[in-house]
C-alpha cells in the first residue's frame, strides 16, 4: 500500500532585491549593520529555544560568513535550499527546534559528502560506531551517513536524547558535539550550571565554539539578504524532487537512462550509494528523483514503490496574498469552475466572484528559491519554471504562454 507523505516547506528566505555593493562598500554597510544590539534584536526576532548570547566567537562567525567566506557562504545557502525543507520535515514532525536546521552548516558547510579528520562523515558528522549504534548502514555498496534523509532522521533523534539526558538544548548540542560522557563529567563538577554558558571554559575548545556556531549560522542564514549576499540558483531537477521508497535492486546508471536524465544529477540526488547499486531490502532504501520524472518511472518500474516525500504545490491565485512576494494571476484565460451543478462554466481568474475558481499558477516555495511552475490548469502540461527573483524572466513566459501577469506584494514580517 502507498504512503504519501507531504512535506510542508514554506521558508523564510527571500533573495535581496536590492543590487550587489562594490566589496569596498559591502565592508561599509557590514560595519553599520553588525553591531551587537543588531544582531541580538534580530536574533531576538527568531524566537529560538536557548538563551542567546552575542559574544565575540558569535561576531568572528559572522563577519567570516559575510566577508572573506562570502563565496563558501553562497554555496552554502544553495546546498541549504537543496536540504532544509528535509531537515524542517523531521523538525516539524518530532516537534524539535527549527533552529537544528542550521546545524549542518556548522558540521559539514552543508556537504553530504564532508569527512572530518577525525572521520566523521555526511551532514551531520556522524563517526562511524555511533552511525551503526543509531542504525545507519556502512557497507561496501553504501554509507547512509551521507543520505540526507536518514542521516538526519537519526541525527535528530539523537539530538532529542541528548535533550532529554541533559533537559536544555545547549547542553545536549554540546553532547552532540563532544560527547554526553564528557558533558556529563563537567556537569557533575559545576552542580549549578543551567546551560553551556555556565560551564564554557571548561569545555573543549571546539565545544566552546560550538552552540556559538550554530547561532552565526542561524542568524546569516535569516538576514544574508542583509549582507547582499546571493545564493547561487539550483535547477528545478535538483530542488523539486520526489523521494520514493524501492525495494529492488535498482542500478542508477539505468535509472537515468530509463528516465532520460544525466547520470551525474541522478548521483547528487542520491549520494549514499557509493557504486551506483541500491541494494535490494525488505525494509526499502530511499530513491530520490526529480518530480517530474514520477510518472515516468511510475510507467516503466515493476514493483513495489511508496511515495515517501513528495512536494507540496500551493496554489496562488491573485486574491491571495499572505506571507508570499508575488502573486501571479491570469487576466485572459477562461478558468473552469468546480461545480457539480453547471461543470462546462467559466469565468475569468480575476473575477473574484466565485471562490471556487481555479488558479493556473502552481507556487513552488518547497526550496529556498521560490518558483513558478507555469501550466494551464487540468492540462497537466507544464509551461516552464521561473524564478521570483527574474522578474523580467516571468513576466516574458507568462506573457508569451499564457498572456498573464506578475503583480508585487508587500512581505508580512
Keep these: 500500500m502507498n504512503k504519501k507523505w507531504t512535506t510542508s516547506c514554506i521558508m523564510s528566505f527571500l533573495f535581496a532585491s536590492t543590487p550587489l555593493l562594490l ?5 561599509k554597510e557590514i560595519k553599520s549593520v553588525h553591531n551587537n544590539q543588531v544582531v541580538a534584536t534580530r536574533l531576538g526576532f527568531l524566537d529560538m529555544s536557548f538563551r542567546v548570547k552575542v559574544t565575540p566567537v558569535v561576531q568572528r562567525k559572522i563577519q567570516n560568513y559575510v566577508t ?8 552554502i545557502l544553495q546546498s541549504m535550499a537543496m536540504y532544509k525543507p528535509i531537515f524542517d520535515k523531521f523538525i516539524e514532525e518530532k516537534n524539535l527546534p527549527k533552529e537544528l536546521a542550521y546545524l549542518p552548516v556548522v558540521e559539514s558547510a552543508v556537504d553530504p559528502h564532508a569527512k572530518s579528520h577525525a572521520g566523521a562523515v555526511g551532514l551531520w558528522q556522524f563517526m562511524a560506531p555511533t552511525a551503526r549504534a543509531k542504525g545507519l548502514a556502512i557497507n561496501g555498496l553504501v554509507d547512509e551517513r551521507i543520505d540526507p534523509i536518514k542521516s538526519t532522521e537519526k541525527a535528530l533523534d539523537y ?9 536544555d538544548w545547549t547542553l545536549a548540542l554540546a553532547a552532540y558535539n563532544c560527547g554526553p560522557g564528557r558533558i556529563q563529567a563537567i556537569l557533575r563538577s559545576n552542580k549549578h550550571a543551567k546551560d553551556v554558558w555556565d560551564i564554557l571554559p571548561y569545555l573543549p575548545k571546539e565545544t566552546q565554539e560550538y552552540v556559538p556556531s550554530l547561532i552565526a549560522a542561524t542568524y546569516v542564514a535569516n538576514y544574508y539578504d542583509k549582507f547582499n549576499l546571493r545564493p547561487n540558483p539550483l535547477h528545478t531537477n535538483e530542488f523539486y524532487t520526489t523521494t520514493l521508497i524501492v525495494f529492488d535492486n ?17 548521483k547528487k540526488l542520491n549520494p549514499s550509494y557509493k557504486k551506483g547499486i ?11 528523483i526529480p518530480h517530474e520524472k514520477i510518472n515516468t518511472y511510475f510507467d516503466q518500474h515493476v514493483g513495489d514503490i511508496d511515495v515517501l516525500i513528495s512536494p507540496d504545490e500551493i496554489l496562488i ?3 491571495y496574498s499572505e506571507g508570499f512576494d508575488f502573486v501571479v494571476s491570469d487576466k ?20 473574484g466572484k466565485n471562490q471556487k475558481e481555479k488558479p493556473n499558477f502552481h507556487f513552488l516555495n518547497d526550496r529556498m528559491n521560490r518558483y513558478i ?31 498573464g501577469s506578475i503583480a508585487p506584494l508587500k512581505w508580512r514580517v
Design 373 to 403: 511552475r507555469i501550466s494551464r490548469e487540468g492540462s497537466g502540461e507544464s509551461r516552464g519554471f521561473a524564478s521570483l527573483d527574474n522578474h523580467e524572466e516571468i513576466s516574458i513566459i507568462i506573457e508569451e504562454n499564457l498572456g
Design 332 to 351: 485572459s484565460l477562461e478558468i473552469p469552475i468546480v461545480d457539480d451543478e453547471d461543470l462546462n462554466k467559466s469565468i475569468p481568474i480575476n473575477d
Design 250 to 266: 535498482l542500478n542508477l546508471k539505468e535509472v537515468s537512462i530509463m528516465l532520460g536524465m544525466k547520470y551525474s544529477l541522478i
Design 317 to 319: 491565485t491573485d486574491s
Design 23 to 27: 566589496e569596498a562598500n559591502a565592508g
Design 278 to 288: 541500491v541494494p535490494k531490502s525488505l525494509k526499502g532504501n530511499y530513491l530520490v
Design 159 to 167: 539530538l532529542q536524547e541528548l535533550h532529554h539526558m541533559f533537559g
Design 68 to 75: 572573506s567566506g562570502r563565496e563558501k557562504t553562497n554555496i
